[in-house]
């Protein structure tokens, strides 16, 4: 019975940090103009998430994802032209996907849903690889490559729970309104972290 009790209590924990994070991390993302703000508030959202992993009971989430908000405000911006660049890419690429309709140039999809596979789940990780190692940004996208590639066993799972959860929130819409960008967030983070730790498990060997 008190393991079930400290269950929900841990439950009920993380229902109300990821709705008070979504709330945050859109108030930061306005706070920004959105353009200027939607990468700070995703570093402090993805930073304040990871700290809550190890010292639940020790921060306060709203000094905390503010902190981080500050902090980061200046590298977000190479962070976000990082992204632009992400989402010119598979935008261009799903134009050529719908455009591409022959059968010899059918052939050349496999490889294109291939690419796009490996940079959504390349965009997945950049933030969390850049909040949990703190390396300078000239390190980040290679070292976010050589993490990505060296996990997969963690991609599918992440990927396809981030699915889900997007499937969820098209047939119940109201859930959007509570959780937002912080669930998927939350799943990204979880399985971040194990990636992170076989990797460096691998680096110790």
Same mark, same amino acid.
């Given at each position: 019975?008190?393991?079930?009790?400290?269950?929900?209590?841990?439950?009920?924990?993380? #229902? +109300?940090?990821?709705?008070?994070?979504?709330?945050?991390? +859109?108030?930061?993302?306005?706070?920004?103009?959105?353009?200027?703000?939607?990468?700070?508030?995703?570093?402090?959202?993805?930073?304040?998430?990871?700290?809550?992993?190890?010292?639940?009971?020790?921060?306060?989430?709203? !000094?905390? =994802? $503010?902190k981080e908000y500050?902090?980061? &405000? $200046?590298?977000?911006?190479?962070?976000?032209?990082?992204?632009?660049?992400?989402?010119?890419?598979?935008?261009?690429?799903?134009?050529?996907?719908?455009?591409?309709?022959?059968?010899?140039?059918?052939?050349?999809?496999? &490889?294109? =849903?291939?690419?796009?596979?490996?940079?959504?789940?390349?965009?997945?990780?950049?933030?969390?690889?850049?909040?949990?190692?703190?390396?300078?940004?000239?390190?980040?996208?290679?070292?976010?490559?050589?993490?990505?590639?060296?996990?997969?066993?963690?991609?599918?799972? +992440?990927?396809?729970?981030?699915?889900? #959860? #997007?499937? #969820?929130?098209? $047939?119940?819409?109201?859930?959007?309104?509570?959780?937002?960008?912080?669930?998927?967030?939350?799943?990204?983070?979880y399985f971040c972290?194990?990636?992170f730790q076989d &990797?460096? !498990?691998?680096?110790?060997?």
């Open positions: 019975m008190e393991k079930a009790t400290n269950i929900l209590t841990v439950f009920s924990e993380w #229902v +109300m940090n990821l709705f008070l994070l979504h709330i945050y991390w +859109m108030i930061g993302t306005l706070l920004g103009g959105v353009v200027f703000g939607i990468v700070p508030s995703s570093i402090a959202l993805f930073s304040t998430i990871r700290k809550l992993f190890t010292h639940s009971q020790t921060i306060n989430v709203f !000094d905390y =994802f $503010k500050k902090t980061n &405000f $200046k590298h977000s911006l190479i962070l976000g032209f990082l992204y632009l660049v992400i989402a010119l890419f598979i935008y261009s690429y799903i134009q050529f996907l719908t455009a591409t309709t022959t059968s010899l140039l059918a052939y050349t999809h496999i &490889f294109i =849903f291939a690419f796009l596979f490996l940079l959504i789940l390349f965009s997945f990780y950049l933030i969390p690889v850049y909040v949990h190692f703190e390396m300078n940004i000239n390190k980040l996208i290679p070292n976010t490559l050589r993490i990505l590639l060296a996990n997969m066993k963690w991609n599918f799972p +992440m990927l396809l729970t981030v699915v889900a #959860v #997007v499937l #969820v929130y098209i $047939k119940f819409s109201v859930t959007l309104l509570f959780f937002g960008v912080s669930l998927p967030a939350f799943i990204i983070s972290r194990k990636a &990797f460096q !498990d691998k680096q110790n060997i």
